[in-house]
């Protein structure tokens, strides 16, 4: 029994002092800067480390993605996982920087060393984290969605693509528009089917002093009772907007369900306001002016000028 005690603290003791010494030794060797409280030591046990740390909070976060994302539609599913890519970003950052301070590495020194670095990067993607939190809050609130009309700068667009840092919409005239996420914040932009689908439009027109009002408002609301594109219900209405200097203003005022194809609806409704105008005798008066000519009196010599150079030569 004593030599069966004996031999197993021998190999305890062989285990101790040779095996996870080894181990130790190994896991120590890397980089090491400096000494002290300020030293810095990049190991293979840290790196080891910091690789263990990443698949642990990888298989977290895509759990934790799969419990949030189980009962969201298709398109909030892909709108949410572009959100939490970069939120798994931020966590990686905070998972490197935990475990580099567990490991024994003073953080506050690479951060007081680097600080003038993220000063400056800050300064310069600040617009670009200013895109990046929009686009956080565009997808996570639904404020804005795809299919959508909007006017940016006097640009109409139906949004096709919601990303992270920009939102892109075709434009009437089949050109791609790029916005800024963070132009949905900080600019007055215009969604034209925000609450619904159904848009009021209008065209305007003027006639000449004299003409039958209540023709005119028959004659513009057959303009519009048969042309695809102008919806039945809501009616269509007529305003009587003013007097002008030399018209009756009036408008023709419809409802459409696709505002994207606005200009062509009003332009078939030009089209016919002239045609039946024609028809019937209505006419559309050019702006009138009044133009005062005045003619001025041509300038004389004086006479006393002359005698006075006749004398004088």
């Known amino acids: 029994m004593l030599q069966q005690d004996s031999g197993k603290s021998k190999v305890e003791e062989i285990l101790k002092e040779d095996v996870w010494q080894t181990i130790k030794e190994f896991l120590n060797l890397g980089l090491h800067l400096g000494e002290g409280e300020g030293s810095i030591h990049i190991t293979i046990g840290l790196l080891l ?139 007055i932009i215009y969604n034209y089917t925000q609450n619904h689908k159904t848009t009021r439009e209008s065209v305007s027109v003027g006639v000449a002093y004299g003409s039958d009002v209540q023709l005119v408002t028959e004659l513009l609301l057959d303009s519009v009772a048969e042309l695809k594109g102008v919806l039945k219900n809501p009616k269509p209405f007529v305003l009587f907007n003013d007097f002008g200097d030399s018209a009756l203003l009036f408008s023709i005022n419809y409802f459409t369900s696709d505002s994207f194809t606005a200009p062509r609806v009003k332009s078939q409704i030009r089209y016919e306001i002239d045609a039946k105008f024609r028809e019937n005798k209505v006419s559309i008066p050019f702006p009138q002016r009044d133009v005062h000519i005045i003619q001025q009196q041509p300038f004389r010599h004086s006479s006393v000028g002359k005698n006075e150079e006749g004398e004088g030569s």
């Open 49 to 187: 480390l910091l690789t263990l740390a990443f698949i642990v909070t990888s298989f977290l976060l895509k759990w934790l993605r799969k419990i949030l994302t189980r009962k969201m539609e298709g398109d909030d599913k892909l709108k949410f996982i572009s959100v939490f890519k970069f939120i798994k970003y931020i966590v990686y950052l905070g998972v490197i920087v935990a475990t580099m301070s567990s490991a024994g590495i003073n953080i506050t020194l690479l951060l007081t060393a680097s600080a003038a670095l993220f000063v400056g990067l800050g300064l310069a993607l600040q617009e670009l984290f200013q895109d990046i939190i929009a686009g956080i809050f565009i997808i996570s609130d639904k404020s804005l969605h795809v299919g959508d009309i909007v006017e940016v700068e006097g640009k109409v667009g139906k949004v096709f693509e919601i990303k992270l840092r920009s939102t892109r919409a075709l434009t009437r005239d089949d050109k791609v528009l790029i916005i800024p996420n963070h132009k949905f914040l900080s600019d």
